[in-house]
Nanobody
Framework: QVQLVESGGGLVQPGGSLRLSCAFS????????IGWFRQAPGKEREGVSC????????YYTDSVKGRFTISIDNAKNTVYLQMNSLKPEDTAVYYC?????????????????WGQGTQVTVSS
């Protein structure tokens, strides 16, 4: 049984930082890309970042490059998303996801498994 469990969301002021965690189980990580998507109210779900399980190569959507960093701890079966310089437009529910292709950031239909989501609110 595949499980993706997110944690680390919350309320932060603009310019602040948060670190999201995704604990995964039930998959062979070498075959998957583990990533993050987000969905703001009234908007479609969009890809934020993913990391290739077999070699740790990261991928980012343009709007978060230079601000967000994705990493993986294979010993802990956990993927992290370090989010710095947060903006109000980063406010959304953030979902962890697993896919067979690293192109998933631009192609949400490739997601095989979803987590339940965690709320991130950037507001003063």
């Amino acid at each position: 049984q595949v499980q993706l469990v997110e944690s680390g969301g919350g309320l932060v002021q603009p310019g602040g930082s948060l670190r999201l965690s995704c604990a995964f189980s039930g998959i062979t990580v070498d075959y998957y890309a583990i990533g993050w998507f987000r969905q703001a109210p009234g908007k479609e779900r969009e890809g934020v970042s993913c990391i290739a399980g077999f070699d740790g190569t990261p991928y980012y959507t343009d709007s978060v490059k230079g601000r967000f960093t994705i990493s993986i701890d294979n010993a802990k079966n956990t993927v992290y998303l370090q989010m710095n310089s947060l903006k109000p437009e980063d406010t959304a529910v953030y979902y962890c996801a697993a896919a067979l292709h690293t192109t998933v950031v631009a192609a949400p239909h490739q997601v095989e498994y979803w987590g339940q989501g965690t709320q991130v609110t950037v507001s003063s």
